[in-house]
């Protein structure tokens, strides 16, 4: 009964947690790319009402507007690796470096691991990265190795708030590993020998 309980209360905090996940995604939705792209409609149509009266100002209106469709892509592309990461493309090692970079982050990446890891546990390494890239100021170092039927992950130097740190655990232990944090580092352990 109690082991029933337990099981209850894990199925229920995944559940909260991939709704949180969805809140987040609309959040930034919402106060990034959409506000990028209202932004760029107010100022066409600006720019095209002032094509003839006044040609630097559309200049000057065309730069910003190039401005905010960079920078909507710019967010569209970290809101689609938070999605689902390009794992198949280069495996685990170049998608988290390429999660540094597009972060913007100086980051350190070290993955010794093999190169079988399983697609669900290669994307919660992954989330947990994009977590620590997202903090400003971080520069956190990832290792992750291959040890005894399970892949190992350090992430130092990272400020991960405990309620997502929280639906990161849900998550890893959902796989039947374990995560945790000791001061700025988290460590984490996900089992291979069931998903392979």
């Known amino acids: 009964m109690h ?3 337990d099981q209850t209360r894990a199925r229920r905090r995944l559940v ?3 709704d949180a996940d969805r809140r987040e995604i609309e959040r930034r939705l919402h106060e990034g790319v959409q506000q990028h792209l209202v932004a760029l409609a107010v100022n066409l149509q600006l720019a095209i009402g002032s094509l003839d009266s006044d040609p630097a100002a559309a200049k000057d209106l065309l730069d910003q507007m190039s401005r905010d469709v960079q920078q909507a892509l710019d967010e ?3 809101l689609a690796l938070q999605v689902y990461p390009p794992l198949e493309a280069g495996g ?3 998608a988290l470096r ?3 970079v597009s972060a913007g982050v100086r980051a350190s990446v070290d993955v010794a691991a093999g190169a079988n890891c399983p697609p669900e546990v290669a994307a919660t390494i992954h989330r947990c990265w994009l977590e620590a890239l997202a903090h400003p100021g971080a520069e956190p170092t990832l290792t992750v190795r291959d040890e005894e039927a399970a892949l190992t992950f350090e992430i130092d130097g990272t400020e991960i708030p405990e309620d997502r740190l929280e639906r990161l655990r849900d998550r890893v232990e959902a796989l039947g590993g374990s ?3 000791t001061g700025t580092t988290i460590s984490g352990t996900l089992p291979l020998a069931e998903s392979r």
């Open 3 to 5: 082991e029933e309980v």
């Open 16 to 18: 909260l947690a991939a």
């Open 76 to 78: 569209t592309t970290q």
């Open 92 to 94: 685990l090692a170049a």
């Open 98 to 100: 390429t999660a540094a």
């Open 179 to 181: 995560l945790t944090r």
